[in-house]
Structures are given as C-alpha cells and as structure tokens.
C-alpha cells in the first residue's frame, strides 16, 4: 500500500530554516516523480517543488532561490529544506507522488503545517 | 506562463446537476491534460479526473470531465448531486516550463 508521512514542520520565525521530510512505503522515490505542494490557511493549493526520475529539480518562482527539493533513495525518503522563510511561507505542507508531466498527483500525504511569525 | 481561473463557490440541490468550469488564461487549453482534485475540510486533496476525463477507480460515475476548445476551459460535471459531494474542488495542468498549476478552486456547497 502506498503511503507518504510528513514530518518537520513547526513554528519557526522569520529568515529561518525548516527541512521538511515525506517518507514513502509501498514504492521507490526514486522511481516516481515527487512534489511539495503548499496550502496556505484558508487559501487554495499552490506547486512549490518537484524531482524527477532523473533527479532534475523545478521549483516555483515564489520558492526559487530558498527551497530545495531533494531525495534519500536508501531512506525512500522525499526532503524540502526551506531557508530565508517569509510570513508568506505558513501553510501546509503536503508531498505528493506524480505519475509525470501532464499528469495527476495520485497519491498525498496528510500534509505537515509550517508556521513562519515572530 | 498561465493561469487556471475557476469559479470561486457554486451551490446547488441534492440530485441536482453542477458543472465547475476551469479557464487557461494563455496557451491552449488541449496541449496538456487538465486533472481535478476534491479537497474536504482538514484532508488532503484526492483525484476525481484525470486526463481531462479519465476516472479513478471508486469515483463514482456521476463525475464527467470535458474540455471545451472554444473557451480554452475544462469542466468537472456533477450529476445526482450528493450532500457528500461538498467540498472544494481544484483544477491542475501542466506548464511545458516544468510547472504544475492550479486553479484558485472551486466551493461546492449541496444545500
């Protein structure tokens, strides 16, 4: 059965660091395409990162410069380490397995709640 | 780079049928597939349409998706409309710039 388990979030103040973890059962990171995707409170589902197969990283032009999507092959372990958060950066955050370009997200997780305030 | 635009709330009767359009800003709407997601409160969200009309398995078949050229939009039709239908609905596609987008989703309310 597939499975994806947030974890990392938490409260943290602006201009920090948070590294964000998923990690998977019932399939191989490394052989699927992986995202992050964000939802701010009360606000609608937004792309933030995704590797592919190949190990190529895309991330939104909101997050571009700050986060970083990377993979545990041996840990099947999905990561997101966010540096220079802002207050815009609160939301939750959830990992998603995709089965490609053009395709859909099949499968999330429950997702882990960032909070960034002083 | 494009948006997806969708309704912000529709409302409708039980056994009613509602139809949520999803509009591309820029860019034609057929060159890459359109999925839907259904979101309810405190949960993650799940897939009702793939493929801009494709069905996962245990979506009932009261979900339909199409794709309407001539207003570069897609749409999610709900038929038989169920209280357990309510809930938010997001759109999704793919930018060939390697983006995903989302819509700005959609509140079904079945009052």
């Given amino acids: 059965e597939v499975q994806l388990v947030e974890s990392g979030g938490g409260l943290i103040q602006p201009g920090g660091s948070l590294r964000l973890s998923c990690t998977a059962s019932g399939f ?13 409170p009360g606000k609608g589902l937004e792309w933030v990162s995704v590797i592919y197969i190949d190990g190529s990283t895309y991330h ?11 993979r545990d092959n041996y840990k099947n372990t999905l990561y997101l380490q966010m540096n220079s958060l802002r207050v815009e950066d609160t939301a939750v955050y959830y990992c998603a397995k995709n089965l490609g370009p053009g395709s859909h997200f099949d499968y999330w ?3 882990t709640l960032v909070t960034v305030s002083s | 780079n494009f948006m997806l635009t969708q309704p912000h709330s529709v409302s409708e009767s039980p056994g009613k049928t509602v139809t949520i359009s999803c509009t591309r800003s820029s860019g034609n709407i057929l060159s890459n597939y359109v999925q839907w997601y259904q979101q309810r409160p405190g949960s993650a969200p799940t897939t009702v349409m793939y493929e801009d ?3 996962p398995s245990g979506v009932p078949d009261r979900f339909s998706g199409s794709i309407d050229s001539s207003s570069n939009s897609a749409s999610l039709t709900i038929s038989g409309l169920k209280t357990e239908d309510e809930a938010d609905y997001y759109c999704q596609s793919y930018d060939k710039t390697n983006r995903w987008v989302f819509g700005g989703g959609t509140k079904l309310t079945v009052l």
């Fill in chain 1, 28 to 40: 191989s990171v490394g052989s699927k395409f992986m995202a992050w995707v964000r939802q701010a």
């Fill in chain 1, 60 to 70: 939104a032009d909101s997050v571009k410069g700050r986060f970083t999507i990377s």
């Fill in chain 1, 109 to 111: 997780g429950r997702g």
């Fill in chain 2, 53 to 55: 009309h494709q069905r």
